[in-house]
């Protein structure tokens, strides 16, 4: 049935609504909600109120009552209620960690599934969607049959965990999220990704979006559109995902970040894939755009910067907000001495998934033998630095991260506005090991906006709308590379990192004099405080010219192929198109030196 005609966004307009409109009547009641579900009710959210008061009587008669299985339902329990549950009931695959971590295993998926993913193609969304293989499109009809199939296994369970929170720490943006799940594992993860809802908030909490996550259970094979037993499905109009055959907690979230990658573009504000902190004193922000494994979480989580948040921002017409309650930390090689907040994070409340432990309970971050992707989730507090009320004001640096395995991009360059486009819209990285399924080596890939499997809308939209805001805020944009040096095989070290970021901080990085890059027109610096100098242009890193040659020939030719295949080349302007790498006369050249002291 379709809703009044009012909302919680009433500005929107009806066929840009996505499942937005909030009642605070009868549905308003939790039981009543959940009673509705395990009943069998096919009732979008939106719907609920609607559906609660004028259908009610024909579906909940006693004979029906007596049909329909009862689980217990928790609703946001708190960690220790979570974990002790977990304890009790997962013992095969949740345990507790020396420094009192829940330790799960998330089954055969370590990873997230991109090739699973579906969208449900609607008429109110279909000319916004970009379609291809990051969306592929699902019928109403497969959706609901996967949504049946979801919403029966997790009838059946003995108990349900209910998780209600906020995505958003703008009030005036935040989007009512409810997860449903039959592991304790899956509702203190999403507790600590989100903002749980409390006190007040809770009594008339009616949610916008609904998970049902019955990752346990397979998809069935035959329904139209799906292509293995794993079924991650995202219905728009609904607002509804429904996830099948894939217990990795991170499909939750980074559900939840693709929501919002269409959501906020289509009210005028810019989701991005991306890490924030600020200046305690200046209140100066930065955001780091980047994929998993290029250092989102580890550069943001700076000992002298407030944090704002480590993957999902948005930036407004007042500043940016963190999408997220938590942090989703990358385990493998994790140590005090490189990273000593994120490491004092893995205590009483967070998540460790797919970690070795010895005897002793005791985690070993260089054991990767069940997988390279071993993730801590924790809130956003277990950071000491860490913004409560997780805002801020427009950045003064945005940085882009690659990591770039190929051993030929400078550590750092700094960039014009047709560069942040042209390097935005390319996303040119390296699919790290055990970030997706079947990635067991560093891969060359490219991710529009640093984010492609998230995105909604067409990359040239974000992109377009990043460089507008950095134009209109004088902000300075960076490309900064945490990838091989050169041809050494080896990771640019973390304290070269930091240093660079440090300067582009202390604004002394801005002051140096610039070289230029002869492939890929990049200025970069030829100096930068606690970096040897050396290592800052590329063609210094290789021994072998001619292997130096082939590497760029190779990353050109894939840079050229990636702009066509997607259909960049002909929708960019002429100036950010003249951004592509070139090969000047087939030859590798040295770095030219750039006139008159910092790059534009």
């Given amino acids: 049935r379709e809703p009044p005609s009012v909302g919680r966004f009433p500005d929107v307009p009806r066929h840009q609504r996505i499942a937005c409109p909030i009642y605070v009547i009868a549905m308003a009641n939790f039981d009543a909600q959940m009673e509705a579900l395990l009943a069998g009710s096919d009732v979008a959210p939106s ?62 998926k370590t990873g997230r599934s991109p090739k699973d993913k579906r969208i449900v193609q609607s008429p109110e969304s279909a000319d916004n969607v970009w379609w291809g293989p990051v969306n592929i499109p699902l019928s109403e009809q497969s959706f609901m049959i996967n949504r049946e199939r979801a919403v029966d296994y997790l009838r ?14 703008d009030k005036d943006h935040r989007i009512r999220i409810r997860i449903i799940c039959s592991r304790a594992y899956h509702a203190l993860f999403m507790r600590n990704m989100l903002i749980p809802a409390v006190g007040d908030e809770l009594k008339d909490f009616v949610p916008d ?8 259970f397979p998809a069935n094979r035959y329904v139209d559109g799906m292509t293995s037993s794993c079924s991650v499905d995202l219905n728009l109009e609904r607002g509804e995902m429904i996830i099948l055959g894939t217990q990795y907690a991170g499909e939750m979230k ?54 704002i948040g480590d993957d999902e921002h948005v930036w407004t017409d007042k500043g940016i907000f963190n999408v997220e309650g938590g942090c989703y930390a990358k385990c493998a090689g994790l140590s005090k ?10 205590r009483f409340g967070a998540v460790v998934e797919n970690v070795i432990m010895d005897a002793d309970r005791v985690v070993q971050y260089d054991d ?31 940085i882009l991260l690659t990591c770039d395995a190929t051993g030929v991009l400078p550590l750092v360059s700094k960039l014009s506005r047709e560069q942040v486009i042209y390097h935005f819209v390319s996303g040119f990285t390296s699919k790290m090991v055990g970030t997706e399924m079947g990635i067991t080596e560093p891969v060359a890939a490219f991710s529009s906006c640093y984010g492609e499997p998230f995105l909604m809308w067409h990359p040239l939209k974000y992109a377009n709308m990043l460089a507008d805001k950095l134009e209109h805020h004088a902000s300075d944009a960076w490309l900064l590379n945490t990838g091989w040096i ?16 440090d300067a582009i901080h202390a604004g002394t990085l801005k002051k140096v004099e610039y070289a230029t890059e002869p492939v890929f027109g990049l200025s970069y610096p030829t100096t930068c405080p606690n970096v040897p100098s050396e290592i800052l242009n590329p063609a210094n890193n290789w021994e072998d010219a001619e292997a130096l040659l082939a590497a760029q020939s190779k990353l050109v030719e894939q840079f050229t192929a990636n702009f066509e295949r ?9 100036d950010v198109l003249a951004q592509a790498p070139k090969m000047p006369d087939g030859k590798a050249v040295s770095p030219r030196r750039a006139t008159g002291g910092a790059a534009a």
């Fill in 47 to 108: 719907q609920w109120n609607d559906y609660y008061k004028s259908m009610q009587p024909q579906v909940f008669t006693q004979s029906a009552k007596e049909d329909v299985a009862t689980p217990d339902l928790i609703r946001n329990a708190s960690p220790a209620e979570i974990v002790e549950l977990a304890l009790r009931y997962e013992g095969k695959s949740s345990s507790l960690t020396s420094t009192g971590a829940l330790c799960c295993s998330s089954g055969a």
């Fill in 156 to 169: 059946t369970r003995e108990r349900l965990f209910v998780v209600d929170a906020f995505a958003g720490h």
């Fill in 209 to 216: 979006f609904v998970i049902y996550n019955a990752g346990t």
């Fill in 254 to 307: 980074k559900g939840v970040l693709t929501l919002m990658m269409y959501l906020m573009p289509l009210r005028g504000q810019l989701c991005l894939h991306s890490s924030a902190n600020e200046d305690p004193q200046t209140k100066a922000a930065t955001l780091f755009f980047g994929l998993s494994g290029t250092g989102k979480t580890t550069l943001s989580a700076d000992p002298n910067r407030n944090l």
């Fill in 337 to 346: 001495e490189n990273e000593p907040e994120i490491f004092d994070a893995v």
């Fill in 368 to 398: 990767t033998s069940v997988t390279e992707n071993t993730r801590c989730a924790y809130p956003l507090g277990f950071i000491p630095n860490a913004l409560a009320e997780a805002k801020g004001g427009h950045p003064t640096n945005v």
């Fill in 486 to 501: 050169g041809s050494s095989g080896k990771r640019c070290p973390l304290r070269f990192t930091r240093a660079i970021v």
């Fill in 566 to 574: 997607k259909g960049f080349k002909d929708a960019v302007s002429a």
